[in-house]
Every structure is written in structure tokens, then in C-alpha cells.
DNA sequence: ATTGTTTTTTACCATTTGGTAAAGGCACGA
DNA sequence: TCGTGCCTTTACCAAATGGTAAAAAACAAT
């Protein structure tokens, strides 16, 4: 029943992987997946065309390497949000971590964000498998804590999109937020501070005003 | 320094631009600028490639077309935010249609995205030109607005960003919102109340709670 | 019908692109 | 030092792609 012998892979293999993944990245998520060329991975990854193929099974196994490896971390902040925490506290934090993530690491959402708007073509099942499960458990968490009366009552579905679409928007519309705030750094702290407020705001006001 | 006679277009060619446009919206928003290819165009608009390039001046021509003709009406909701009406409704009524929009004209965010995301190469003059001095008039409105105190205090960029964000979530993520809900029409109802109290909430509440 | 103009098709072309074959280089243990 | 197996390069290729040339067809005006 066992597979392939799996050899453990060599230092060059482990460092050239990396190397590959680095360029995949900076290329797919500015390009889109159709848009990037293996000649542009391998330049940005300083090999050549053919030795890309030797470590990886062609384009779109690139890619959807990418996109899985990239998955986990992405979704690390949310699989944090702890039920011990405070409900607020914990859901803030979230947003927190999010925005910082939209900061520091834009490429990654961009990728995503290009994978998704055109279908997840290969990504689909990833997110039956992976994201779903998350989603599912965290938002069964949210509904608790709105049962018990600790947060303001609110869809957790929709809680969690606005979340996402919010702070995934500063990386994504980069080019659009920076033609329209020309400040340079974006107006992050204004940013940070107006996410905060806004959902701050939709999980303590007791009542939906008139 | 009159340029070219400029014949009036005759009817065909009004039809046969039209059906191009049709067309090139529904392949570039599915597969982003170079995703697309001008053979997809050609057959979803049921014509011959080289007519393609009959009537506009290659790929870049339609792409750039069709960004510019749907730039004025996906602005036209928020050049109708007026100083007149009532600051709470005039907002939440531009947060409604937004929401329309995206439940109706998917294809045109997902355009609009795709562009956005890999860096507006086709669109930066446009956005500096037509969509930066709409948004610097409505951010000066709301200012006054919040001065006056009608409205809870808010860094209107910030605010204007969240709406885009949220609203245009629903169409440009709509594969992952599919895979998370998976009732049919993808939780519309829901979707509208959660974005209507979020930002009334925003918009009313006086003060930020501790 | 005839002529001039607009529209469409057919047959190409050069470039780009994902991918392959096969030989050459290189490290490393015996 | 000599293989042996891992890594890399060179030289290709077939398909796809944006675009052109020019003839044919359709149409409009006389």
C-alpha cells in the first residue's frame, strides 16, 4: 500500500523550489494565471525554462503548488479566533491580522483574488476541503457567542465576507487606493482605524438604529 | 483643426460594435486582459476575426472601449449622491444600488477587478481623470455633511473604499461566496441586511464604544 | 443594371508559448 | 580518479495567438 519511495529532496532541490515558488508568486499574482509566461517565472527565478519543468510538473502544477502551500497561511489568523477569547476581542484581532496581512503580503492576495474572480478553476475543490470546514466552524462559533448575548446579533456569514472584502480591498485595489489617496503608505493608519471602528461599531450597538 | 469628417456609424456598424462589446465583456471579465483571446470574442459575438479588427483597432482598442463606455454608468450611483437629500439615505441609498449592481452586472466588476488588480495598465489615465474628481467631490460632501453633524464621524475616503469593497465582493468573489453558501441566489436577502445595518450602524452611532 | 462603397471571408504570417529530447556539466561517494 | 546519479542547458517543436492582405460578397445610390 505504500506509494512512491518519496526520497527525501536535496538541499538544491528544497532551495530552487523556493526559488521558483518566490517568482510564481510575483508573476501569477500580477499577471493572472493565463497572463503569466513560464519565460517571465524563469527569469524572475533566475533559471531556465526547461529546468522549471524538472521541478514542477508543467504551468498549472505550479500554480495550484502555489495556491495549496499558500492556503494554510492565509488561513492561519482565522483558525486562531479562539473560543476561550473574548468575543470581541477575538473577532478584532481577526480584522487585525487581516489588515496587516493586506499590507505586508499584497502578492498573496492578489493571487487569490485573481483565482477566484475567474471561477477558482483550480482551486474549486481546495475550497470544498479546506476553506469550507473553517468557515463552517468559525461561523458556528460567532452564532454562539451572539446566543449568549456577548456580541451584537449579526449574520456570521456575512460578517466574515465583510471582513475578508474589506481588508483584502487595500491590497487588491492597491492601484486604485493609491490613485485616489496619494499620500504615500496609502493612508494605512487612517485605514486601520476606520476598519476598527466599523466593525467595532456592528458587533457592540445593541440595537440597528431607525 | 477639424480632424476626420467622422461619418455617422451606419446601422450595422452600431449593431456589429455593440455585439463586440457584448462579447468582450463576457470574455475579458472571465479570463482577465491576456486570458482573453480574440478568437473567444469573435465566436461569442458570432463573427469572423479579421471583422473583429474591422471595427476596433485590435485587442487593446476593445478592452480599453469597453473599460471607458462602462466607467460612466458604474459611477453614475454615486454622482447621484446628493446634497439635498437627507445624509443617512443619500449613502445608504448609493450602498443599495451598488448592491444591485453587483447582483446584476457581475461581469462588469469582475472587468473592472480583473484591470484594477493587475495594476490598471489600461485604465490609469481614466481613473486619474474621471473617477478621482467624482470621488473628491463626494469626500468633500460627506465632510460637510459630518461637519454639520448629520452623520457620525468618518473618514469619508475610508468610507467610500469599505462601500466598493463590500458591495463589489459579492460579484468579483462570487465563486468563493457560492462554495461557502450554497443556497441558490447565494444568500442575496441576507447580504442586503447585513450591508444596510453595517453601515447605518457606522454612519448613526455617536460615539465609538470602549 | 452599374458603379462605388461598406462589410465579410479566406488564406496567410510572425511571434509567443507551453513543453520535450537529449546531451552536457557537476557533485560526491567508493 | 572514476563512475553514477542529480541538475542544467541547448536546440527544438507544435499549437495558439494577434494581426494582415486581398479578394469576394453585400449593399446603396444612381
Chains 1, 2 share one sequence.
Not at 83 to 112: A, C, H, Q, W
Not at 122 to 137: A, I, Q, S, W
Not at 187 to 208: M, N, Q, Y
Amino acid at each position: 500500500m505504500v506509494g512512491e519511495p518519496a526520497k527525501k529532496p536535496s538541499r538544491i532541490q528544497i532551495r530552487n523550489r523556493r526559488r521558483i515558488m518566490d517568482a510564481a508568486l510575483e508573476v501569477f499574482s500580477q499577471h493572472g494565471y493565463r497572463g503569466a509566461t513560464l519565460d517571465q517565472i524563469a527569469d524572475e527565478a533566475g533559471m531556465s525554462k526547461p529546468n522549471l519543468i524538472y521541478y514542477f510538473d508543467g504551468k498549472a502544477a505550479i500554480h495550484v503548488a502555489l495556491l495549496n502551500a499558500l492556503m494554510e497561511e492565509w488561513l492561519a489568523p482565522l483558525a486562531e479566533m479562539d473560543e476561550g477569547g473574548d468575543p470581541l476581542n477575538e473577532i478584532l484581532t481577526y480584522v487585525r491580522r487581516k489588515m496587516d496581512m493586506s499590507r505586508r503580503y499584497p502578492r498573496e492576495s492578489k493571487l487569490f483574488a485573481n483565482e477566484i474572480i475567474q471561477g477558482a478553476p483550480r482551486m474549486g475543490p481546495h475550497l470544498e476541503t479546506r476553506l469550507k470546514p473553517l468557515f463552517d466552524e468559525k461561523c458556528a462559533l460567532i452564532r454562539g457567542w451572539i446566543e449568549e448575548g456577548r456580541l451584537a446579533p449579526t449574520d456570521p456569514q456575512q460578517l466574515i465576507f465583510s471582513i475578508w472584502a474589506i481588508t483584502q480591498h487595500y491590497a487588491d485595489f492597491e492601484a486604485q487606493v493609491r490613485v485616489l489617496i496619494p499620500n504615500e503608505g496609502a493612508g494605512w493608519d487612517a485605514a486601520h482605524a476606520h476598519v476598527e471602528t466599523l466593525f467595532r461599531k456592528l458587533l457592540t450597538s445593541p440595537e440597528t438604529p431607525s
